[in-house]
């Protein structure tokens, strides 16, 4: 049998705020009619200005580790996905690392956009299946409302808070964890998506606080002509990875970026309603968080079975694309 990463532990969190179509109404020209029928957006949970991104992140880690029946400290590794991290160092994984142990426990953030929790679980999974370590926590964590210009109707209505966190530990099993992941991306694209100041290329400044160049910048029709092709091709690729096909897939989880991509994304597999998990209508956009946050929420449905195979699709920033297969359940039969 196989060394394999398998799920043991799955965890989420929102704030409490809720930022309404509504609401977004008295702020700038917009209308609830206008949001729903461009994106299927709802409502998005807002974080309270003194909240940081590793504030989300440890009531999900909490959470996750209750579930795996494991402690912090048994962690072996800390993956954090987030594009909003506390601060650009040190790392968000040091900073949850340090409010939850006073051992220390190696780990890193991860950038890759949205799909940077797609990243973080085919990197951890590697390290399982080469013995490198046994149990190894994978975190989904982002304050986008910290990045998002209210004054731009065009991504404002988009963004939402959130986190997400899954314990992985090592089984020799045929059947159950992460079967394959497929990963891309091409930076020809990057301008199409991206926060331009506070690096290296432009420091802050007056000029770039003026011009209000930190916030994200997004040309939404070309993101959308991109998703489209892109989340496709991850789920096809990295359930070929996995030796299987989408005649075998019981349930996609994608991306929560915007119901017309989902739809358009998704209609050329012919996949019924019932196996295409959609939460954003609540949500919004949580970025690195939405896959996590919808498989909860799918979990909690009863849609997320033992034995299902479940596929996990992303695209992002970068531009960034790819997709993780996984047997739910793990040997034994402990429900997670």
């Known amino acids: 049998m196989k060394q394999r990463a398998v799920v043991t532990g799955l965890g989420t969190y929102v704030p409490e705020r809720i930022l309404t179509n509504q609401d977004l109404e008295h702020m700038m020209e917009t209308s609830d009619e206008w949001i729903v029928s461009r994106t299927g957006i709802r409502e998005r949970h807002i974080a309270d200005p003194d909240v940081a991104t590793s504030d989300l992140a440890v009531p999900a880690v909490q959470q996750a580790l209750r579930e795996a029946g494991r402690s912090i400290d048994e962690m072996e590794f800390i993956f954090v996905a987030t594009n909003t991290p506390d601060t650009i160092f040190p790392s968000t994984a040091a900073r949850i690392q340090a409010r939850l142990t006073s051992k220390p426990i190696p780990g890193v953030d991860v950038q890759a956009g949205c799909t940077a929790w797609i990243y973080t679980l085919a990197m951890a999974a590697a390290m399982i299946e080469a013995g490198v370590y046994r149990r190894v926590l994978v975190v989904a964590a982002d304050k986008l409302s910290a990045i998002t210009d209210y004054q731009d109707r065009s991504t404002a209505v988009l963004f939402g808070d959130g986190a997400g966190a899954v314990v992985l530990e090592a089984y020799e099993t045929d059947t159950y964890g992460i079967l394959g992941s497929y990963l ?87 996949l019924d309603v019932d196996k295409v998990v959609s939460n954003i209508e609540r949500y919004g956009n949580t970025s690195v968080a939405s896959i996590p946050l919808a498989l909860g929420e799918a979990r909690e449905a009863g849609k997320l079975q033992p034995g299902q195979v479940v596929v996990l699709a992303a695209f992002g920033a970068g531009l960034t694309w790819g997709a993780t297969v996984i047997r739910w359940g793990t040997p034994g039969g402990r429900t997670v």
């Open 184 to 270: 891309n991306a091409d930076g020809r694209g990057g301008e199409l998506l991206s926060l331009p100041a506070g690096g290296s290329k432009q420091p802050a400044s007056p000029e770039t606080v003026e011009n209000r160049l930190h916030y994200l910048k997004m040309n939404g029709n070309e993101v959308f002509r991109f998703a489209v092709k892109a989340m496709p091709d991850a789920v096809e690729k990295s359930l070929a990875v996995a030796g299987l096909t989408v005649e075998d897939l019981d349930l996609l989880v994608p991306h929560q970026a915007n119901q017309r991509i989902i739809d358009a994304a998704m209609r050329q597999f012919d």
